[in-house]
């Protein structure tokens, strides 16, 4: 089973950027669909993005589409999301997730069925 851990979250002012790192260990993650989730305090954990094995699969919920790009690098072995122009609604604490089976486009869940899942790093937007 593959090990996943969060890196890149901090504090920063809106309209900034910030590029969180999952690094996995254990397991190639290009053999893994990864998922980013977020959690605020009081609110569900939402998928935020997803990356497939298959070209093309992935997914964006609809508000951080045009802002943040999930993206692999193999040789680090290691899924990244680039997000700018971060505003407020953004703080939250970031999970990746990693799962063999899941099929990016299609996934509406909340994390929990996947298989793999990190500990977290918190993004804080505020001025």
């Known amino acids: 089973q593959v090990q996943l851990v969060e890196s890149g979250g901090g504090l920063v002012q809106p309209g900034d950027s910030l590029t969180l790192s999952c690094e996995a260990s254990g397991a190639g993650l290009d053999w893994y669909a990864v998922a980013w989730f977020r959690q605020a305090p009081g609110k569900q954990r939402e998928a935020v993005s997803c990356?497939?094995?298959?070209?093309?699969?992935?997914y964006y919920a609809d508000s951080v589409k045009g802002r943040f790009t999930v993206y692999r690098d193999n040789a680090k072995n290691t899924v990244n999301l680039q997000m700018n122009r971060l505003n407020p609604e953004d703080t939250a604490t970031y999970y990746c997730a990693a799962d063999a089976d899941i099929y990016c486009s299609d996934y509406r869940g909340n994390g929990d069925d996947f298989a793999s899942r990190g500990q977290g790093t918190q993004v804080t937007v505020s001025s």
């Open positions: 990356i497939g094995t298959s070209a093309g699969d992935t």
